[in-house]
C-alpha cells in the first residue's frame, strides 16, 4: 500500500533512533570534508547498485554525479592549499571547469613538489579530459537536456559500473593523497611561522 504525505511533516530534524541523526554543521564548514562526502556517497551508491539494492541504469547517473562533483572538490581543495603555500592568499575558482580547475591545481602541484612529482599525475589528465568532454557544465548527469533543449550524454552508449568504481577509487586515492599532504605542509608552515620570534626577540603566538 503506498502512503501519501502526512499532516505537519518536516524533513530536518532529529529523531528518536539516535544513531540515524546525521550530525550537521558540528565542525566547521570546509571543502575538503563536502569533497570526502561526495566520494563516500558514490561508492556506497556503487556498492548498493552492484548488489541489487538500485538499477543500474537510473542508479548511474547519481553515481557518476556525484563522482564528478568530488573530482571538482578535491581540486579546488588542493588549489586553496597549494595557493596558500606559494603565498598567493587562499580561496579557490567558483566555476565548474574541470579543465581549467586541474591546469591551475597542476601547476601548483609542480610547484610544490618540482622533480618529486608523483608521475600517475599524467594518467589523470585523460580522465578530466573525458569528464570535460561529456560533462563540462555539471549539468549533463543532473539533466536530461542542456537549456537549447538539446539531450545531455548523446555519444555515450555504455558506462561499466566495476570500471567506473575502479578508475575513480584510483585517481580518488591520489588525489587524496596530494590534499592530504599538502595540508600537513600548510600545517607544518603555519607552526613553523607560530614559533619564529617577532621583531623583538618574541614568540609570534
Not at 503506498?2 to 550530525?23: I, T, V
Not at 602541484?109 to 585523460?126: A, D, I, M, S
Not at 548527469?141 to 561499466?160: A, S
Request: aromatic share 8%; net charge negative; with cysteine.
Amino acid at each position: 500500500m503506498l502512503e501519501w504525505p502526512k499532516p505537519n511533516e518536516k524533513l530536518f530534524q532529529s529523531g528518536d533512533d539516535w544513531q540515524l541523526n546525521a550530525c550537521i554543521n558540528c565542525y566547521w564548514p570546509s571543502i575538503e570534508a563536502h569533497a570526502r562526502a561526495y566520494r563516500q556517497g558514490a561508492e556506497a551508491l556503487a556498492n548498493a547498485t552492484a548488489e541489487g539494492s538500485a538499477t543500474l541504469d537510473c542508479a548511474i547517473l547519481p553515481i557518476t554525479f556525484l563522482y564528478r562533483q568530488y573530482l571538482e572538490l578535491v581540486i579546488k581543495e588542493i588549489i586553496n592549499t597549494g595557493r596558500q603555500l606559494e603565498g598567493q592568499g587562499s580561496g579557490y575558482p567558483t566555476h565548474h571547469n574541470l579543465k581549467d580547475l586541474w591546469s591551475e591545481a597542476l601547476g601548483l602541484l609542480r610547484k610544490q613538489y618540482g622533480r618529486n612529482k608523483p608521475p600517475e599525475l599524467t594518467y589523470v589528465q585523460p580522465i578530466i579530459d573525458e569528464f570535460v568532454h561529456h560533462d563540462e557544465k555539471s549539468m549533463a548527469f543532473r539533466y536530461p537536456t542542456d537549456k537549447d533543449g538539446q539531450r545531455h550524454l548523446q555519444d555515450i552508449e555504455h558506462i561499466n559500473l566495476r570500471n567506473l568504481y575502479e578508475t575513480m577509487e584510483r585517481v580518488g586515492n591520489l588525489l587524496d593523497c596530494l590534499a592530504s599532504d599538502l595540508t600537513h605542509r600548510w600545517n607544518v608552515t603555519c607552526e613553523m611561522m607560530a614559533g619564529l620570534p617577532d621583531r623583538h626577540g618574541s614568540p609570534v603566538l
